[in-house]
């Protein structure tokens, strides 16, 4: 029996301050790059998936999530970096008839970032006073797909992307992949993870979005309002290539970053790309 016909949209939690001193020359702070929640819906019900970072992004998301009307019943997770699940918390006490799942790799991801020590030295010191106190890691999700009104939402083992065990959760009864950190969507890639290794294993995972082919691709970080063009895993997987190529050929991280930014000079959140330059060059 087919499914009903689903729908989505996407909200994005725009750029916000990080206190994070290390600075390029051009830039007199460092911002956080924008973060998208996706949501799919049925007649009646939905799917959020991920659930942003901070007790005031995760309101207004749940705000957004109510104005719907429909019936949240899951919150999946795509990966375990916290700006995109911290607010979790929030959003189950809200919906309290939600359940939160993810793949048994990115629970366990999601648990080492809960760790106080890494909230404390890593997320309270960058958002001092912004991070929720009550932090709620998903469940293990059994198998590799959930159900929305007879249709199939599947996920995707990514693998390395912008971290570990990344996965992406793909609708193809609409021709939907919501690509968390797999995909950036005009915004400059956070690769400080990522080493030569790392970024062969990003590109063998966009390759595997890509035979999906799907209609639709919906970035874990996007400018806000650029639409949401199946084009953008090319794009991210160019970003990729050049950061290589440019990397080969420069030497310290401050000609790594002026070299990418010569051939990306319009994307949102160059601190990101600081923080990768650093990374690659120590």
């Given at each position: 029996?087919s499914g009903?016909s689903?729908s989505?949209?996407?909200?994005?939690?725009?750029s916000?301050?990080?206190e994070v001193?290390?600075?390029?020359?051009?830039?007199?702070?460092?911002?956080?790059?924008?973060?998208?929640?996706?949501?799919?819906?049925?007649?009646?019900?939905a799917?959020?998936v991920?659930?942003l970072?901070?007790?005031?992004?995760?309101?207004?998301?749940?705000?957004?999530?109510?104005?719907?009307?429909?019936?949240l019943?899951?919150?999946?997770?795509?990966?375990?970096?916290?700006?995109h699940?911290?607010?979790l918390?929030?959003?189950?006490?809200?919906f309290?008839?939600?359940?939160?799942?993810a793949?048994p790799?990115?629970v366990?991801?999601?648990?080492e970032?809960?760790?106080?020590?890494t909230?404390?030295?890593?997320w309270?010191?960058?958002?001092p006073g912004?991070i929720?106190h009550r932090?709620?890691?998903a469940?293990?999700?059994?198998?590799?797909?959930?159900?929305?009104?007879?249709?199939?939402?599947?996920?995707?083992?990514?693998?390395?992307?912008?971290?570990d065990?990344t996965?992406c959760?793909?609708?193809p009864?609409?021709?939907l992949?919501?690509?968390?950190?797999?995909?950036?969507n005009?915004?400059?890639?956070?690769?400080?993870?990522?080493?030569?290794?790392g970024?062969?294993a990003?590109?063998?995972?966009?390759d595997t979005?890509?035979?999906?082919?799907?209609?639709a691709?919906i970035a874990?970080?996007?400018?806000p309002?650029?639409p949401?063009?199946?084009t953008n895993?090319?794009?991210?997987a160019?970003?990729i290539?050049?950061?290589?190529?440019?990397?080969?050929?420069?030497?310290t991280a401050?000609?790594l970053?002026?070299?990418m930014?010569?051939?990306?000079?319009?994307r949102v959140?160059?601190g990101?790309?600081?923080?990768?330059?650093?990374s690659?060059?120590?």
């Amino acid at each position: 029996m087919s499914g009903t016909s689903l729908s989505w949209s996407v909200h994005t939690a725009p750029s916000i301050p990080t206190e994070v001193s290390d600075l390029p020359p051009d830039l007199p702070r460092r911002m956080w790059s924008p973060i998208t929640a996706t949501l799919i819906a049925g007649e009646l019900d939905a799917v959020l998936v991920d659930a942003l970072m901070t007790t005031e992004q995760a309101g207004h998301l749940a705000d957004w999530v109510a104005a719907s009307g429909k019936n949240l019943t899951t919150v999946f997770v795509t990966h375990g970096h916290g700006d995109h699940w911290f607010g979790l918390g929030a959003l189950l006490d809200r919906f309290p008839n939600a359940h939160a799942v993810a793949a048994p790799a990115v629970v366990a991801q999601m648990k080492e970032q809960m760790a106080s020590d890494t909230v404390g030295s890593l997320w309270n010191a960058r958002f001092p006073g912004q991070i929720p106190h009550r932090l709620v890691a998903a469940e293990p999700l059994v198998g590799d797909r959930l159900q929305l009104e007879g249709n199939d939402l599947v996920v995707v083992r990514l693998g390395h992307t912008d971290t570990d065990d990344t996965t992406c959760l793909h609708v193809p009864s609409i021709g939907l992949v919501v690509a968390g950190d797999a995909v950036y969507n005009d915004v400059h890639l956070y690769l400080a993870e990522s080493s030569a290794e790392g970024r062969r294993a990003w590109l063998d995972a966009l390759d595997t979005i890509a035979a999906l082919d799907p209609q639709a691709v919906i970035a874990g970080h996007k400018r806000p309002g650029s639409p949401d063009n199946p084009t953008n895993i090319a794009e991210t997987a160019k970003y990729i290539h050049d950061f290589k190529t440019v990397a080969e050929r420069t030497a310290t991280a401050l000609e790594l970053y002026q070299g990418m930014l010569k051939l990306h000079p319009d994307r949102v959140n160059r601190g990101a790309l600081w923080g990768s330059a650093r990374s690659a060059k120590g």
